[in-house]
């Protein structure tokens, strides 16, 4: 933990800073991606970045891993191919959108994970998430349709959106293990799925002409592969599992809701991007219906997608209590 806040007197304070530093380092991964998908293809930059995740984690989790049975085996991997298939439409629709626009479509996925539930008789939908879908549907037309009509929609937001999908039933899927299997477990199959995956397709689809592989070596391909893999992923779940003990769930939900925020303050600052009043707009509908959905419904629908490094069974004894473990379940289960 950072000295600056480990000498603040307020915890909860502490907490939220903490929450808010990973939120502003999701979302300005967006940007940083985007740049570096001029010098790489989508399959070789997931298994590269998903490769060295998963050798830092099995590290990290070393206990969990080398206590590993066939069930958490089997639900890690579920759990990872829907995060693989989460991560490739995304990157891929990152080339052909911008970021701001690629974080609000995915931070739609908070919104698409009741709907899911509903559609299978698992959960009632409220008033409330009527209401945050109705906002982020709304929202999403704003942002994907433009004015010119649907002819001119981008082939990137469509694919974004086919990458909230899959985050949604990844959180789906991780709610429905996280309590039966070692959430180290979890993190680190979840994680070498994905790389294994992405490597296997790797040379599927150089051979069927769909995406020829290449990487350049590049500073900006280096940096993008060493801040999401460590600094998105090792670095800022931490702070998360670590914050999670302290900060309300009130508090939580919101500031990791503000990653699209982020992701669109980053790429206007980098003058990326001008954001003009229709985006504007459908990106406020969406956070309004991302926060509906996190605030009030009947139970946390888990923001986007998260890897913890500290394994539940290896917190400190304060994260063993109800709060703790509540907050456990909403983890984020890597995400950008």
């Given at each position: 933990?950072?000295?600056?806040?480990?000498?603040?007197?307020?915890r909860?304070?502490?907490?939220d800073?903490?929450l808010l530093l990973?939120?502003i380092?999701?979302?300005a991964?967006?940007?940083i991606l985007?740049?570096?998908?001029a010098?790489?293809s989508?399959f070789?930059y997931?298994?590269v970045?998903f490769g060295?995740s998963?050798?830092?984690m099995?590290v990290?989790?070393?206990?969990?891993v080398?206590?590993?049975?066939?069930g958490?085996?089997w639900?890690?991997a579920?759990i990872g191919?829907?995060?693989f298939g989460?991560?490739v439409?995304?990157?891929?629709?990152?080339?052909f959108?911008?970021?701001s626009?690629?974080?609000?479509?995915?931070g739609s996925s908070v919104?698409?994970v009741?709907?899911?539930?509903?559609a299978f008789?698992?959960r009632?939908i409220?008033?409330?998430?009527?209401?945050?879908?109705?906002?982020a549907l709304a929202?999403l037309?704003?942002?994907?349709?433009p004015?010119?009509g649907?002819r001119?929609?981008?082939?990137g937001?469509?694919?974004?959106?086919l990458g909230a999908v899959?985050?949604?039933?990844?959180?789906?899927?991780?709610?429905?293990?996280?309590e039966?299997?070692?959430v180290?477990?979890?993190a680190f199959?979840?994680?070498?799925?994905?790389?294994?995956?992405a490597?296997?397709?790797?040379?599927v689809?150089?051979?069927t002409g769909?995406?020829?592989?290449h990487?350049?070596?590049?500073?900006?391909?280096v940096s993008a592969v060493l801040i999401?893999s460590l600094g998105?992923?090792v670095?800022?779940f931490s702070?998360q599992?670590w914050?999670?003990?302290?900060?309300?769930p009130?508090?939580?939900a919101?500031?990791?809701s503000?990653?699209p925020v982020?992701?669109s303050?980053?790429?206007w600052?980098v003058g990326?991007?001008h954001?003009g009043?229709?985006?504007?707009?459908?990106a406020?509908?969406v956070f309004?219906?991302?926060?509906?959905?996190e605030?009030?419904g009947p139970?946390p629908?888990?923001p986007?997608?998260?890897?913890?490094v500290?394994?539940?069974?290896?917190?400190?004894?304060r994260?063993?209590?109800?709060?703790?473990?509540?907050s456990q379940?909403?983890?984020k289960?890597?995400?950008e």
């Amino acid at each position: 933990m950072p000295l600056t806040l480990l000498v603040m007197p307020n915890r909860q304070l502490r907490a939220d800073l903490a929450l808010l530093l990973c939120t502003i380092i999701w979302g300005a991964t967006f940007v940083i991606l985007k740049d570096a998908l001029a010098d790489v293809s989508v399959f070789v930059y997931v298994a590269v970045r998903f490769g060295l995740s998963a050798l830092v984690m099995g590290v990290v989790f070393g206990r969990s891993v080398r206590n590993l049975n066939l069930g958490a085996l089997w639900a890690g991997a579920q759990i990872g191919f829907f995060m693989f298939g989460g991560y490739v439409f995304q990157t891929a629709g990152l080339r052909f959108t911008t970021p701001s626009k690629a974080a609000f479509i995915t931070g739609s996925s908070v919104i698409v994970v009741p709907i899911i539930l509903a559609a299978f008789g698992l959960r009632r939908i409220t008033a409330w998430i009527w209401a945050g879908s109705i906002s982020a549907l709304a929202g999403l037309y704003l942002l994907t349709i433009p004015a010119e009509g649907v002819r001119a929609v981008n082939r990137g937001d469509p694919l974004v959106f086919l990458g909230a999908v899959m985050f949604a039933l990844h959180i789906i899927f991780v709610a429905r293990y996280v309590e039966r299997h070692s959430v180290g477990a979890l993190a680190f199959v979840q994680v070498a799925t994905t790389a294994v995956l992405a490597t296997i397709f790797v040379p599927v689809f150089g051979a069927t002409g769909w995406e020829t592989p290449h990487w350049t070596w590049t500073t900006t391909l280096v940096s993008a592969v060493l801040i999401t893999s460590l600094g998105s992923t090792v670095i800022g779940f931490s702070f998360q599992v670590w914050a999670q003990q302290y900060a309300s769930p009130t508090h939580t939900a919101i500031l990791i809701s503000l990653e699209p925020v982020f992701a669109s303050l980053t790429s206007w600052l980098v003058g990326r991007e001008h954001l003009g009043g229709r985006v504007l707009l459908g990106a406020a509908l969406v956070f309004a219906g991302i926060l509906l959905a996190e605030l009030k419904g009947p139970a946390p629908a888990a923001p986007e997608s998260a890897e913890p490094v500290i394994a539940f069974g290896e917190l400190p004894p304060r994260a063993h209590d109800k709060e703790a473990s509540d907050s456990q379940a909403r983890l984020k289960f890597l995400r950008e």
